[in-house]
Nanobody
Framework: QVQVVESGGGLVQAGGSLRLSCAAS????????MAWYRQAPETQRELVAS???????VYADSVKGRFTISRDNAKNAVYLQMNSLKLEDTAVYYC??????????????WGQGTQVTVSS
């Protein structure tokens, strides 16, 4: 059974930095795309950043130049470095992995979410 676990959230002042981590465990054959989403209260979940297996990245306009997504294929892990944090970055951040679990084929797996709170 595949598990996806995020870590690294917390409380930070505006202008500060945080680094989120996400790792998958289990019998994993391959991982395609890896992504971070976020959801603030009473809003829809939105894509923050994604990265393909080859390293191509996509960012939401609101985080371009401030956030950096990276991955470590050997560790089945994805990271989100968040700099120059703003109040509006406050949300629960979710990791999403499109991966091939042994015996199951490709499917999307989500982490449980990690809270990021930016204070003034």
């Amino acid at each position: 059974q595949v598990q996806v676990v995020e870590s690294g959230g917390g409380l930070v002042q505006a202008g500060g930095s945080l680094r989120l981590s996400c790792a998958a465990s289990g019998i994993i054959v391959s991982i395609n795309s890896m992504a971070w989403y976020r959801q603030a209260p009473e809003t829809q979940r939105e894509l923050v950043a994604s990265i393909t297996r080859r390293g191509s990245t996509v960012y939401a306009d609101s985080v371009k130049g401030r956030f950096t997504i990276s991955r470590d294929n050997a560790k089945n892990a994805v990271y989100l470095q968040m700099n120059s944090l703003k109040l509006e970055d406050t949300a629960v951040y979710y990791c999403n992995l499109n991966l091939w679990a042994a015996g199951k084929g490709f499917d999307d797996y989500w982490g449980q979410g990690t809270q990021v709170t930016v204070s003034s």
